[in-house]
């Protein structure tokens, strides 16, 4: 069995006036996270993840910023175009892990929503697909609670 590797980071700064999205749920917060789609972090360091993993850059090659197609898009979406990419090349994944790291909301009892979400996008089991939440220990721009940001590996394997 032939297998790749990637790994993936992301973080966007907090704002009153943004709703919180992660792993392509809405999370109940004061604030939500800044950027010009609907900055899902966790979503983007998946796809970071993904694409690293084929040496095939990172999102912001596929979805720059400079792009008005791109303002307000749904990380869901985009991430099944990378989901589509990476199998058009023979590859689908083995599986996704990740963190998130935030100070607030307790992102816990969201985790399995977040999961079905991701594993459907996907079209793999939600087993596939690990999401773990710890804070920041109050160090930082996270811990100071002005971002939220994540990490994620994939490993993908040829179809």
């Known amino acids: 069995m032939n297998i790749r590797i990637g790994n993936g980071y992301d973080i ?86 990740s963190v998130v790291v935030a100070e607030r909301p307790k992102l816990k009892p969201h985790i399995q929503q977040m999961r079905s979400r991701l594993a459907e996008v996907l079209e793999v089991q939600p087993e596939q697909i690990g999401i773990k939440a710890t804070t920041n220990e109050k160090l930082g721009p996270v811990g100071r609670e002005e971002g939220i940001a994540a990490y994620a590996v994939a490993l993908l394997q040829q179809a």
């Open 12 to 97: 966007h700064q907090l704002s009153f006036d943004r709703r919180l999205i992660l792993g392509g749920v809405e999370i109940p917060h004061d604030r939500g996270l800044l950027g010009h789609s609907d900055a899902d972090v966790l979503t983007h360091a998946m796809m970071d993840a993904m694409l690293g993993a084929l040496s095939l850059g990172d999102i912001g090659l596929y979805f720059p910023p400079t792009d008005p197609q791109w303002k307000g898009a749904d990380s869901l979406v985009l991430l099944a175009k990378v989901n589509q990419l990476i199998g058009d090349r023979g590859w689908q994944i083995g599986n996704i892990d």
